[in-house]
């Protein structure tokens, strides 16, 4: 199996559908296990796809397999940040936008009101002189004021909906595919992120056009009155440093929020929480945080890096399994994932 494993593995390890910045070909090089062979490297002058360890992967890919085909399906689950890992980042040329960053409220005093409290928190957020605890502290500070701006504005459902129908946010290329290949396997995906579930559930509801039985969103979710105002926040709020004190407990089935009447199985936390071997996918190395709270033996994370590359690249090496470059589609992923949890295997 794993020799197998390690033939597919390292047939993929580094694709030439973009270019690479030719500065970073020996550190594309440096970090693949791969191209030990300069003269190689230098013959895909171009990559997306880089792993840092190719034998620690394998050794993990190997590790969910040996589980056995027939419990693959009910041992593995996926966990996904949403904004530049589940969308792009960017879209057209241009910078796309987040889901809290898409958001339009009905009186524009308020969009000003909350990018001027992004100027001032957006570097706290990144700075490197101010401890995780403060920083933590003034991260809940950002997210809090932030509502309540969003329930003294008015927000509405309407203008989510209207807001998502303006925006520049897009999905990888792939991204469905991924979703509908775990969904025939009963594979959960537990959508994690800072941002505002009912946006998310917006955005997919507007660019994908169908819902998934296995998705679930963890986020920060509205509430709304009768006349369909913003009243108020449920839970604890997730902001972009406490992702790793998750809330399970928040998560609710797509499709119960959509209101759609399918009759499919639905996954309890209890369920997301025994699935023993974690498939990772986020776009910052906190976004590591988010499998803290469970209890898994092997976890495959995939790293994309969206920004800074030439600064960042090293660490997201060592950081993920897989690391994918230039606003790279979802193939590598679905091919992963179809590796770990083949066809016949159910
Ligand atoms: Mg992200």
Same mark, same amino acid.
């Given at each position: 199996m794993s020799h197998r494993l390690h033939g597919i593995l390292l047939g993929t390890t580094i694709r030439t559908h973009r270019s690479i910045p030719p500065h970073l070909i020996s550190r594309a090089w440096f970090c693949s296990g791969r191209f030990r062979n300069q003269t190689h490297m230098e013959s895909h002058a171009s990559c997306e796809e880089v792993v840092g360890d190719s034998e620690l992967l394998v050794k993990k890919m190997a590790a969910i397999c040996n589980a056995g085909p027939a419990k693959l399906q009910f041992s593995c689950q996926v966990i996904a940040d949403f904004d530049g890992t589940l969308t792009k980042y960017r879209v057209n040329g241009c910078r796309g936008q987040s889901s809290h960053g898409l958001l339009q409220q009905e009186n524009p005093e308020y969009d000003k009101k909350r990018q001027e409290l992004y100027e001032h928190y957006h570097p706290l957020e990144f700075s490197?002189?101010?401890?995780i605890e403060e920083k933590t502290k003034l991260m809940e500070e950002w997210w809090t004021k932030t509502h309540g701006l969003l329930i003294e504005g008015g927000l509405t459902y309407d203008g989510i909906r209207q807001s998502v129908a303006n925006s520049t946010i897009a999905f990888r290329e792939g991204v469905v595919e991924l979703f509908e290949f775990l969904e025939e396997r009963d594979i959960p995906i537990l959508i994690f992120s800072a941002g505002l579930a009912d946006i998310i559930e917006e955005v997919l509801r507007q660019k994908i056009h169908r819902l998934f039985k296995n998705v679930k969103i963890v986020s920060n979710r509205m509430v709304f009155n009768n006349n369909g105002h913003l009243v108020s926040f449920q839970g604890k709020t997730i902001h972009s440093l406490n992702k790793n004190e998750h809330a399970l407990d928040m998560a609710a089935p797509l499709h119960d929020r959509l209101g759609d009447n399918i009759d499919a199985p639905t996954y309890e936390n209890a369920s997301v929480k025994t699935r023993r071997n974690v498939l990772l996918l986020g776009?910052?190395?906190? &976004?590591?945080?988010?499998? &803290?709270?469970l209890n898994y033996e092997n976890r495959i994370s995939v790293g994309f890096l969206n920004d800074n590359v030439e600064n960042s690249l090293d660490s997201y090496c060592k950081a993920f399994d897989v690391v994918y470059l230039n606003d790279a589609p979802m193939w590598g992923v679905v091919k992963l994932v179809s590796q770990l949890c083949p066809s016949d295997g159910h």
């Open positions: 490197p002189t101010i401890p776009d910052h190395i906190g &976004d590591l945080g988010m499998s &803290d709270g």
